[in-house]
């Protein structure tokens, strides 16, 4: 993971503060309590035991600590903490694993599920300290301040001075914000837009799969031109993106995300096509009737454990219902459909395409057409993932559905 430029100036935009209070993560030190705001992303509460811990902390103590359930506030070398972070992470990768059985794919989709939550409990049990101006306190830390505006916004005005213990964040968090910032940073590169980038900002999703966006790039527009379209779940914007540079005259984008809706503006502005792009908050449609409706729910109906996880688990698959139901009440006569989804579920033996055409009928939908694109991504190749059997046969799709009646 690529570390911040030094002194990077902060001016990345910010992120909306939250009005409800901070949690608050307490603990001793050096005979006194302490106190200082909790942060953490994916909601999870403060530890209820905290040890300090620095450079003469040994790994095998802090793994011990750790699986009990101890929290460990670094306060030593920052470079060191890093690496007893990935001590950590060693240690639990060498845990054996219950093994699932090779006919049961949903049983090895949910133990895979379980590790990966466990060991996100535990690395997430190491701390590091901010200071007012996010600032992280230790010998040898980066600048992080840009990274931490855009998740957590504008440091608060009455925090005064930096220096000292401010806050406190889990250092897997915090390197998950440094990893975000340079994405948004950089951009990612986009093939359907001419090679052109989406910046995706923190806890918004990052189109780094360009297969389900070579769909939308190459699907036959139901007519040309093209006068409006729906993008139910935009996200970073960039299917409106995509369909705006295809002629779409407008595109309206929906999300419930205030950073999703800032993230789909900022990209429209970069790639010159905010005139024909308008973000709107709404659970799933906007108001009124389009020719062309595009949906990518999440593809795996699971529960997601973070923020950015739903944009890949969608809970007893909640926004493809929705989508399929609403879809024909928001169709102009003749109009289509269109919905990616990856057949992954299927493969996992959590979804069945039975079940996916029942869904179809049952909204009174017909199938237009579908169009087939294999994953590019590395886990497809990835021999040593357990979900490997279902990712390497994965096929995404874009299906045209049409209302049944017209």
Known sequence: MNALRPNAPPTTAAAPQDATPA????????????SARWRSENGAAPPRRVAVADDRTRAADAYKLACEGTALLW???????????AALARRIDRRPRKPAPAD??????????????????????????????YGVPLHRAPDVRAACIQAYGPAPAESGAAGGTHSVVSLRELLGLVGAYEWHRKGVEIPALGGERIHPDYGVFSPQRGEYVDLVGRA?????????AFDIGTGSGVLAAVLARRGVRRVVGTDQDPR????????????????????????????????????????????PTSAVEYAVYDPNSRMLRGFLAGLPAHLTPGGEGWLILSDLAEHLGLRTRA????????????????????????KARDTSDPLHAARAAEVTSLWRLGAAED
């Open 260 to 303: 999703a809706l800032a993230c789909a503006r900022r990209n429209a502005e970069r790639l010159g096509v905010a005139d024909r792009f308008e973000a709107v908050a709404a659970d799933l449609f906007p108001t009124g009737r389009a020719p062309l409706v595009v949906c990518n729910p999440p593809w795996l109906p699971a529960k």
């Open 355 to 378: 079940d996916l055409l029942a869904l179809f009928e049952a909204a009174g939908l017909t199938v237009l057409d579908r169009l087939d694109i294999a994953p590019r991504h590395p």
């Open 75 to 85: 306060r030593g070398d920052f470079h060191n903490a890093r690496q007893l972070l």
């Open 220 to 228: 036959p527009l139901p007519a040309d031109p093209l006068p409006l």
């Open 104 to 133: 049961d794919p949903a049983r090895a989709f949910h133990l895979h599920r379980a590790a990966q939550s466990q060991r996100a409990r535990i690395l997430g049990m190491l701390l590091v300290p901010l200071d007012a101006a």
């Open 23 to 34: 949690p608050v993560l307490t603990w001793d030190e050096g005979g006194e309590p302490r």
